[in-house]
């Protein structure tokens, strides 16, 4: 069993940073990723960025440089950092974790990933 917990998104301006957090507890044997995946009001759930967990290999979405992914093994965290925001950055942010082989490359742009695990969701609200 495992639990996401994620935490940190609020109301903030356009232009401001904010990091969010993803503490997974429970057995983590053979994670292989952690993910953050958005969903906008009105909008299908999409991949924001994801970070293996023995190496820190990092994916993103967008290359644009505003979104960072990092990890800390020993707190088994998952932090997202996030700046410039934008009004259309609003979305709930989801923590995910997949388990078992590493999957190809290109499997973790897809927004219908087959994770095992979720989180809740915390609410990123920017304003302009």
């Known amino acids: 069993q495992v639990q996401l917990v994620e935490t940190g998104g609020r109301l903030v301006q356009a232009g401001e940073s904010l990091n969010l957090s993803c503490t997974a507890s429970?057995?983590?044997?053979?994670?292989?990723?952690v993910a953050w995946l958005r969903q906008a009001p009105g909008e299908d759930r999409d991949f924001v960025a994801a970070i293996t967990w023995r190496h820190g290999i990092t994916y993103y979405r967008d290359f644009s440089g505003r979104f960072t992914i990092s990890r800390d093994s020993a707190k088994n965290t998952v932090a997202l950092r996030m700046d410039s925001l934008k009004p259309d950055d609003t979305a709930v942010y989801y923590c995910?974790?997949?388990?078992?082989?590493?999957?190809?490359?290109?499997?973790?742009?897809?927004?219908?990933?087959?994770?095992?695990?979720w989180g809740k969701g915390t609410q990123v609200t920017v304003s302009s």
């Open positions: 429970g057995r983590l044997d053979g994670l292989n990723s």
């Open positions: 995910a974790a997949l388990f078992g082989p590493e999957p190809p490359p290109r499997d973790y742009y897809r927004a219908n990933l087959r994770y095992d695990y």
